[in-house]
């Protein structure tokens, strides 16, 4: 798999999980970890529009472990 194409499949991701999430009631804290999330995800497709893949990358997973931490809490994962 491509780097460019292993990046579009985590962003397809993210915006799943995202999805999964946003019906729950979250405290003021833990909807800036949602928007800094959501802020790592343009920053992804800022670089990977950039070719910048090893920073798009990074970008991508750092929001993963954001809203996976969300995700565990609320016990979906």
């Known amino acids: ?3 460019e194409e292993r990046i579009k499949k985590d962003v397809d991701l993210l915006k799943k999980n995202l999805k999964e999430i946003q019906s729950l009631d979250f405290t003021a804290k833990e909807k800036e970890i949602i928007e800094r999330a959501e802020n790592y995800q343009e920053d992804t497709l800022y670089y990977l529009e950039k070719k910048d893949f090893i920073t798009s ?3 991508i997973t750092y929001a ?3 809203i996976d931490s969300l995700r565990i809490i609320y ?3």
């Open 75 to 77: 016990d979906l994962i």
């Open 64 to 66: 993963h472990g954001l």
């Open 1 to 3: 798999m491509e780097y």
């Open 57 to 59: 990358f990074g970008c």
